[in-house]
């Protein structure tokens, strides 16, 4: 019996042609020239590195050219400008009429002190006074009744020397038709020379008694005038044991208890004018030899800034600080007049701006870690992929930027970041 086979199923295939070797070796190459023009510049990058820093780790900022602020920004704490404090003006015992935290209002009284012993002095000084005005008016009618005296006494002697006068011309005749004796004409003429010399005494006595009661009037005058001011002194003391409000504002704590015994120049409270704030400010020491009376700043609150100017420094310095006073601004540029910020409160906190100095057409760069790291002297400048230290020198520096004084130029891309991880090396492979 024959068996069947798959004889009948087998197809014939044509043999094919092989791949020509050369193809082969061609496409070789290619892959072979490809991978040699990207490794061969990543392994001279490399091998012309110290170090390689991946660019996530880094930030960078391009040099430019513009206006350069100088600035400072610092914490201010909200201080009232006016804030007076009141003392007492005398010993007494005091009555307030107001609590803390009460609204007041300029001339309001706050507090009265009972003084025993300065209004009694008050009474005394005035009892002296009225002595003094009634000395003065009496040494008045004196002068006047002396004056008449002396007035009397110059009529007197000029009647007498008028009579003197009369009998001498008519001893004169007399003696010229022999009528009376020579003796007779002597006496007549020295009774005439004896009233012009009382005559003349007695306007000089006139005239000298009326300066020395002029003089007496006058002594008298300045003593009660000594008096009045005297009398005008205490009375203002007793007039400011009712202590009033000097502005506007609220009452401040108290200093002592109602009803209590104080002293003289004793603080008692204090009065807090809501109308004209100031910001204090604590300026880093580094900062003090740069600053200057009249520099305009900014104070930002509630997402706005507000103009403003430092308006004092104090001269000493302590904590490595120097306190200073911002002062908002009250006429803007064209003039204009500025209100004060609303909502302002004591002892708030806020971000002051202090515009030291500005400069244009400055080469700058953002103010970065890169500062400190390399104190300034030293920028690790970006090109193709690779970091170069570079030797820079710095100038002025503000919160955000810092100026370029040489090193670099107008669009150089350096690190801004700190340089620590670099360790000094010349040269750095950034790995994108």
Do not use: C
């Amino acid at each position: 019996m024959k068996i069947t086979d798959t004889s009948g199923q087998d197809v014939t295939l044509a043999t094919q042609k092989s791949v020509r070797p050369y193809v082969i070796i061609t496409v070789l190459f290619l892959l072979i020239v490809i991978a040699a023009l990207w490794v061969v510049p990543a392994m001279s990058k490399w091998s012309g590195s110290d170090s390689s820093v991946s660019a996530q780790r880094i930030r960078v900022a391009t040099v430019t050219r513009g206006d350069f602020t100088r600035d400072l920004s610092v914490q201010g704490q909200v201080v009232a400008a006016v804030s007076p404090k009141l003392y007492s003006p005398a010993q007494g015992t005091i009555t307030f009429e107001v609590d803390a935290g009460d609204s007041v209002r300029k001339g309001q009284v706050l507090a009265t002190i009972e003084s025993f012993e300065l209004a009694n002095q008050l009474k005394q000084e005035q009892a002296s006074l009225q002595e003094a005005e009634m000395a003065l008016d009496r040494e008045k009618i004196q002068a006047k009744k002396q004056a008449l005296e002396n007035q009397k006494a110059v009529d007197l002697a000029q009647v007498a020397l008028e009579a003197a006068d009369r009998e001498k011309r008519r001893a004169d005749k007399a003696y010229q038709s022999n009528s009376i004796s020579q003796i007779d004409f002597e006496k007549a003429q020295d009774d005439l020379k004896n009233a012009e010399l009382v005559h003349q005494h007695a306007v000089e006595d006139a005239a000298l008694n009326k300066e020395s009661l002029a003089f007496e009037i006058h002594t008298k005058a300045l003593q009660v005038e000594r008096q009045s001011l005297l009398v005008d002194e205490l009375s203002r003391k007793v007039e400011e044991l009712t202590m009033r409000s000097p502005v506007n504002g609220i009452v401040g704590n108290l200093a002592v208890q109602q009803k209590n015994q104080v002293t003289k120049n004793q603080p008692i409270l204090s009065v807090v004018d809501l109308s004209e704030f100031e910001l204090e400010v604590a300026i880093p020491e580094s900062y003090a030899d740069d600053l200057a009376i009249g520099m305009a700043a900014e104070v930002e609150l509630n997402g706005e800034s507000h103009r403003a100017a430092l308006v004092t420094i104090s001269p000493e310095i302590e904590n490595n600080q120097v306190t200073g006073r911002v002062r908002f601004a009250t006429l803007d540029d064209r003039g204009n007049t500025l209100t004060q910020p609303r909502g302002l409160r004591q002892n708030q906190r806020l971000t002051t701006r202090i515009l030291m100095e500005n400069k244009q057409d400055v080469l700058m760069v953002q103010r970065g870690q890169f500062l400190e790291s390399g104190s300034g002297r030293i920028a690790y400048l970006v090109r193709n992929g690779m970091a170069h230290k570079t030797a820079i020198t710095t100038g002025a520096r503000s919160l955000s930027s810092v100026e370029i004084l040489s090193g670099l130029a107008p669009g150089d891309t350096i690190v801004v970041s700190g340089t620590e991880q670099f360790n000094g090396a010349q040269t750095i492979q950034i790995n994108q």
